[in-house]
Structures are given as structure tokens and as C-alpha cells.
């Protein structure tokens, strides 16, 4: 079982760089025909970081934690915002991250020769709202931040073990369930205007959140009397999650 602490190093700091960069913002604002309602997409990369991205192994004892070794992977979002001033308004994302399970690692770390599962890839979704400031750089460049707030889902990788016994092949699934928990986003974009109504965006986001599997499913085909179907509940098992995001999206401007 990749069975760390929750613990988020980056936090303070975005934080501070965004509160700076707000009172900058403020500071240089002025009136514009920017578009009043923005819609966009955005693909790129989804890097995991804290527990999530972790490959150490727990302390011993530890039943409380889990790290993922989770494998840099795919992000995308969809987002629409609205602004009640040229420079200020609100935004809803709705994202999602699929890593891969570093298995190399995972036997590296504990030291396991002898493996031959395999694992699916992690999906991390994420539902926010929340506050965009956004203010020229020039003519065609502009500059935006945001602070975002709302859902994080984390959907386990399914580990699969075949084995071979008496002439008769075995495979054993092993998942968590589907976890969910409050999560936030702090994110900062250049974009570069190809109209007056379509920007081409490079996207830096910070999401992270602490979900708590509960539920622990094991099932063996064909079923055998020594290795029978398990679900068992009542853990709480902690992974700190958390992914810097780096993408390039498209943006649709309508209304002035």
C-alpha cells in the first residue's frame, strides 16, 4: 500500500506572490473594451507535487497516509468568467489531471523484485469558482490572477496482479474508492490577443486539496476460497494532493 504527511511547501509563498501582484494590479487598472464575458480551454501539463506526487516510503507503522507516486501526466480545463469591471470579475473552471502510477519507484522504494502488477493512471477532477483580476500589458499582451475554491475528486489507481497457479492464471484488482474534498486554486496567466474577441493564454495553476479514501475493494477472477472478493470500509486513509498545472489555452471574448 503506498500507504506521507499532507503538507503543501509552495502555500505561503503563492499566496503572497498573488496578494502582491493584486495590489500591483490595482494599482496600474484602467478602463478598456475588454470583452465582458470570456470563455476558454486549456491542455498542458499536470505535474504532482507533496504526498501525491511522492516516491518515499511511509514511516513504519504509518496506516494513516498514503503517497501516490504519481507520474507527471495530462491537464485540461474549461472555464468561463465574467467581468463586472474592465479588470475585475469572477470565474468557474472545471479541470482534470490523469498521472500515472509510477510503479519503477514503487518497487525501487519498498524494494520489491519480484512485482508484476500493473496500475491504471490517477484522475484528479476539480470544480471551482471564484475572483479574476486581469490588466493590460500593452496592446495586444495582457496579465490575469485568480484565487479559486471549490471541489477536488480523486479517483484511485486500480492496481492488477496476474499470477499463474496450477495451470490456472489469476488476476487481483486492488482500488480505493472514488475520495473527495475541499480544494483551491491560485493561478496566473499571460495572454497574447489574436483579435479583439480570441487570445492564445500560457496558464501557471496551483491546485491542491486533502482527500480521505474510505473504502477498499479487492476482487480476484475466477474467485478462489483463499483469495475471496473484499470491500472493506471504515479507513480513513490521508493523501495530501496537489498538482502545478502549466497550459496553453484559447479564450472567446463576447460583449464590451
Not at 505535474?47 to 514511516?59: E, F, N, V
Not at 497550459?247 to 472567446?252: D, V, Y
Amino acid at each position: 500500500m503506498r500507504i506521507n504527511q499532507n503538507f503543501y511547501p509552495m502555500k505561503s509563498k503563492i499566496l503572497y506572490v498573488f496578494a502582491l501582484s493584486s495590489c500591483l494590479m490595482v494599482s496600474t487598472m484602467k478602463a478598456g473594451d475588454d470583452p465582458k464575458m470570456v470563455v476558454g480551454v486549456s491542455v498542458g501539463a499536470a505535474m504532482p507535487m507533496g504526498a501525491y506526487g511522492s516516491t518515499a516510503k511511509l514511516a513504519a507503522g504509518d496506516t494513516a497516509h498514503a503517497n501516490g507516486f504519481a507520474k507527471t501526466g495530462f491537464h485540461f480545463d474549461v472555464n468561463a468568467g465574467y467581468y463586472f469591471t474592465s479588470n475585475v470579475g469572477a470565474m468557474i473552471q472545471i479541470g482534470g489531471n490523469m498521472n500515472g502510477f509510477n510503479m519503477t519507484a514503487y518497487n525501487t522504494t519498498y524494494g520489491i523484485t519480484n512485482s508484476t502488477a500493473t496500475a491504471s493512471s490517477y484522475y484528479v477532477g476539480s470544480y471551482l469558482v471564484g475572483p479574476t483580476l486581469r490588466f493590460p500589458l500593452g496592446d495586444k499582451m495582457g496579465f490575469s490572477a485568480r484565487i479559486l475554491v471549490g471541489l477536488m475528486t480523486l479517483k484511485d489507481s486500480k492496481w492488477s496482479d496476474t499470477q499463474t497457479f496450477l495451470g490456472t492464471t489469476y488476476t487481483t484488482t486492488e482500488q480505493w474508492n472514488t475520495a473527495s474534498a475541499f480544494a483551491y486554486n491560485i493561478g496566473a496567466s499571460i495572454k497574447y490577443n489574436l483579435t479583439d474577441k480570441m487570445g492564445l493564454g500560457l496558464n501557471i495553476d496551483y491546485l491542491g486539496g486533502s482527500p480521505n479514501f474510505s473504502t477498499y475493494t479487492r476482487t480476484t477472477t475466477p474467485t478462489t476460497s483463499g483469495s475471496p472478493d473484499v470491500t472493506s470500509g471504515g479507513h480513513k486513509i490521508n493523501m495530501g494532493t496537489s498538482l502545478l498545472n502549466i497550459s496553453l489555452g484559447l479564450t472567446i471574448g463576447f460583449g464590451s
